[in-house]
């Protein structure tokens, strides 16, 4: 397997009036293409900062960062914006769906980044909905559909555009027991049989068991990795 | 470039779209526009009304011979003597061996305004036998022309509307004489609507002010035949202290007094669109504000700042087109067309109607979007520059 992501010595603070608070320290690490990873950790402990330095929404201070052999650490903000909608992706904790966009209309969002022509656009988007199993609610507004309908639909718009990566950033955090089970279900299978990477952040323990490995944050340093059972 | 039409597209059609989500906020950044609007177009309509009226009300062939240094037909004389001299001036037109010349007398007497129910001046005018047949636009709609020597008066149709007691065939008291009404007039558009006529003879006998006149009108060939007449009188001693111009630039000269009304629309239209201007900056950054987490999810997902911030300003153009418009309506509603009057540079009334005339109207839409463009700016820059961190995106 080649390396999706290899990030190296990156570095990250914030600064809180005249503090400096460190979040990452010469962190080093690989993901491999085809992985499918689980971020655990206490509050605090850089999970979403990880999240949104691999998903190129925020910027290191210092070190490397490289995507499938390129660097990214070094792309302006535009640059990243564009890299974004090709490579990535993202699935929210509260869906994060336009409320008044109807299903299919949110599916397509993505492709309007793409120089797709609208019919193609439309076959993606039943393509990816029929992915997700929710072909039949494509005319519904996200206030008709639960909540694990309305995570299934952010789904289908994280993979409409085909990317390498899905970054998950609580992906049921809102989400009961079955219902959860059945979205970490999709996402093994976007894993298994379209050859997705994802990476999720998540305090569910029973959510991190549908990844390959888990990764364990404390104070910005991976304390220890484990399989999946 | 497609890509990014889409996108603004797409997030322009979010914003307008949602925007019944911020329905009070909303309907109120609109009826501050449309106030603005609605108030701007009635002094510019007042303005363009009374200009149309004023500087509609001459004739280019028609000579005005006043006294030099008069600002107005009131503090004007010219003698019995001139008038006679004038009339046989060259390019003078005739009529049943006739000069078609008068010379008038323009006094102020009282009315009662209908719509105040207070007394106001109005202009009452001697003009001599060929009065009429000078003012062209002039039509007798009801009744006669006054008789020469008696105590008849034809009145104004938009003094008829305006001033109470002055019907057909009523007779009225005026300066201790009774004056029976004959006649109504029409001249759509000018000033003569608002006067109350005579004939000068009985005018100047009447008002104690014998051999007096104030101004005199001659009908010319043509247009080009003002200035031959203007330097023909010049030249006359017997003439000198005259001023001689078209009637037509006279009553330009007149239309002056509206420009006082175009300061005082923009003055309040600016004030006012300030005002405006906040309530749209307002809703605008509580629109981005209650939409940070979409927008910050669209960011994420790969739209630019650029989309945000185009989908931002259209919001605020939109909302502000949405209150010109309603401006517009209102004004139409409210006063277009309807006839007012003011004071007139001779201290009478002058009735005329508000006049929202096209160029006035592009004038109000282009402020309403100059209202939006600025609400929408500012607010559209906070959108663009909104980080794309997932910490946003899950307010």
Redesign the interface.
Known sequence: MTDLFRLTDVEKSYTRGKEKISIFDKLTMRIEEGDFVAIMGPSGSGK?TL??LL?G??KANKGEIEFDGKRIDNLS??QL??W???NVG?I???Y?L????TAAQNVE??L????LSPKKRRDNVATALKIVGLEDRAKHRPREMSGGQQQRIAIA?AIVSDPKLLLC?EPTGDLDRTTADEILGTLQVLNRDLGKTIIMVTHDAQAAKYAKRTLHLDKGHFVESELAA | M??LL??I??VTA?NV??IP?RAWMSIASIVAVALTIAVLLFFLALAQGLTRTVEGSGSDDVAMVIRSGSNAELNSVVSRDQLTILSSGPGVMQRASRPLASGELLVIVDGLKRSTNTKANMPFRGIGAEGLALRRGVTITQGRMFSPGSNEIVVGAGLIREFAGFGFGETVRIRGSDWKIVGVFEAPGTVFESELWADVAVTQSLFNRPNAYQTMRVQLASPEAVAPFKTWADADPRLQGLEILSERAYYARQASQSNQFIVIAWVLGILMAIGALAGAVNTMYSSVATRS??IA?????????WAAFFGTMVEALALSMMGGILGILIAFVAFNGRTTSTLGSGFTQLVFKFDLSPPIVITAIVMAMVIGFVGGFFPGIRAARQ?????L??Q
Do not use: H, V, W
């Open positions: 979403t999240l949104n998903g929404t925020d903000e535009g914006t564009a974004r909608a090709a993202f929210f904790q509260f994060n336009m409320p008044i966009l969002l993505p309007l980044l793409t120089k718009r950033d | 497609a890509s889409n996108q597209g797409a979010l779209r949602s989500q987490a979409e999810t669209l960011r994420i997902i790969g739209f630019s700042g980080r794309p961190q997932l910490e995106a899950a």
